[in-house]
C-alpha cells in the first residue's frame, strides 16, 4: 500500500514514516498544502495521512478542493484541533477518518488497516482466495495449508493483487503503490518482484496480462 504523509512537522513525520514502512507501507512524505493537493489530484496513493496545520494552504482546504475535484483517495487527518466543532468541519470537507494529535503509532496502524478493508469491502484483517490465505494484521501468509515467508515488498505486492482478484491491476498502479512517488525504478525492478513472488507461491498464481499488468484469478491453485 502506498501511503502520502503530509506532515511539516520534521520530528513527528520522520517518526510516521519509520514506522509505516516497518508496518510494509510505501510512505510518500509530503510538507506543504499545495504539494499535497497536487498529489491527490494525482490519485497515485492508496491511502493519504493529511496534517491540518500546513504552509502554504491549510489542509481543510486541500480536502475540500480534493474532494471538489471528485477525488475519493481515503484520507485521514491528524491534527491538534480537537474541538467538536473542528473535527465536524473536517468530517464534512471530506475525511474518512479524524485522528487527535498526540497519538499512538499502533493506534494510527489499526486506523490505516481499518479504513483499507472499508475502502476494499473487507469486514476482518484476513483475506482468502482459493488455497492462498493473508492476515493483514500480522503480515502472514498461507498458501496451500503452508506458511510462505515474504519480504515487505512481496507481501504489498501480493496484497494489492489478492484485493483486486480478478481484475486487472495496471503496471503503472503497482509501481506507484509498492515504490512511491520519490524512487526511480527501473524498468525490470516489478518484473523481478513478481518472478521471486511467483517462485515462492505457483507460477500459476499470477498472472501477466502482456502490456498492460498483472491479475490473481478469483481462487488461486
Known amino acids: 500500500m502506498h501511503i502520502i504523509l503530509v ?5 513527528l513525520g520522520a517518526a510516521i514514516q519509520r514506522a509505516l514502512e516497518r508496518l510494509g507501507y510505501t510512505v ?42 471528485h477525488v475519493k483517495t481515503p484520507v485521514i487527518v491528524m491534527t491538534a484541533r480537537d474541538g467538536l466543532e473542528a ?28 479504513l483499507s478493508r472499508r475502502a476494499q ?22 498458501f496451500r495449508g503452508e506458511h ?28 506507484n503503490s509498492l515504490y512511491g512517488l520519490d524512487t526511480i525504478v527501473g524498468n525490470s525492478a516489478l518484473e523481478v518482484l513478481v518472478h521471486t513472488l511467483r517462485r515462492k507461491l505457483s507460477f500459476e498464481t499470477i498472472h501477466t496480462v502482456r502490456g498492460f499488468g498483472y491479475m490473481i484469478p478469483r481462487e488461486p491453485k
Open 7 to 11: 506532515e511539516d512537522d520534521q520530528q
Open 28 to 69: 510518500s512524505w509530503l510538507r506543504n498544502g499545495r504539494e499535497a493537493l497536487m498529489a491527490l489530484r494525482d490519485q497515485t496513493a492508496d491511502l493519504v495521512l493529511l496534517d491540518l496545520g500546513l504552509p502554504g494552504m491549510d489542509g481543510i482546504d486541500v480536502l475540500t478542493e480534493a474532494r471538489n475535484a
Open 87 to 114: 473535527r465536524v468541519h473536517g468530517l464534512d470537507a471530506g475525511a474518512d477518518d479524524y485522528l487527535i494529535k498526540p497519538f499512538h503509532l499502533d493506534e494510527l496502524g489499526a486506523r490505516i488497516r481499518s
Open 121 to 142: 469491502g473487507l469486514a476482518v484483517n484476513r483475506i482468502e482466495a482459493g488455497a492462498l490465505i493473508l492476515d493483514l494484521g500480522t503480515s502472514q501468509v498461507m
Open 148 to 175: 510462505v515467508e515474504l519480504t515487505r515488498r512481496e507481501f504489498s505486492l501480493l496484497q494489492i493483487l489478492i484485493e483486486r482478484a480478478g481484475r486487472l491491476v495496471r503496471r503503472e498502479s503497482l509501481i
